[in-house]
C-alpha cells in the first residue's frame, strides 16, 4: 500500500440521506452524518484491494467541514485520497462536492485489522456485560 491511493464515488442524494429524515436538522438537505458515512465509505473502498487477507480497516476519526448544502435528487461525488500511512494507521484527504460547489472536506484515519482478532477482542469484551 502507498500513499495516493485515490477514491471516487457518486450516488444522487435521497429523502432517506436527509437532515430532516434522520433528525440531525430541520431541513430537507444532505445530512452531514449521510456526507460522512460517504466519505468514509469511499476511502474503505479505495485501499480493501491493497489489505491482507482476512484484513479490514475500522474508522477512527473523522475531522470535516460542512461547507454548504445540497438537495435531494442531487448527485453528489466523494473524492479520497491517501495522504499518511504510518503503520496500521490510514490518513485520508476527503472532500464531497455537488456540480456547483464542495460541500464539504476534511481527514478521515483508518486502521487496518485483523478481522479474527479484532473480533475475539470484541467477544471478551461481551462476556464481561
Known amino acids: 500500500m502507498e500513499i495516493g491511493i485515490k477514491g471516487k464515488q457518486e450516488r444522487v442524494v ?7 429524515y ?19 465509505a469511499t476511502a474503505r473502498l479505495s485501499v480493501e484491494p491493497y489489505l491482507g487477507e482476512g484484513q479490514s480497516t475500522v474508522g477512527t476519526s473523522v475531522n470535516i467541514r460542512h461547507l454548504a448544502s445540497t438537495f435531494v435528487g ?18 485520508f484527504a476527503v472532500k464531497v462536492y455537488d456540480d456547483k460547489e464542495l460541500l464539504g472536506e476534511g481527514t478521515h484515519e483508518r486502521f487496518i485489522i485483523d478481522n479474527e482478532k479484532f473480533l475475539a477482542r470484541l467477544e471478551a469484551k461481551r462476556a464481561t456485560f
Open 14 to 20: 435521497s429523502y432517506e440521506e436527509t437532515a430532516e
Open 22 to 40: 434522520i433528525s440531525s436538522g430541520l431541513l430537507p438537505v444532505f445530512a452531514t452524518p449521510c456526507m460522512i458515512r460517504l466519505m468514509e
Open 74 to 91: 442531487c448527485k453528489v461525488t466523494c473524492e479520497s485520497e491517501l495522504v499518511e500511512i504510518d503503520r496500521r494507521r490510514l490518513v
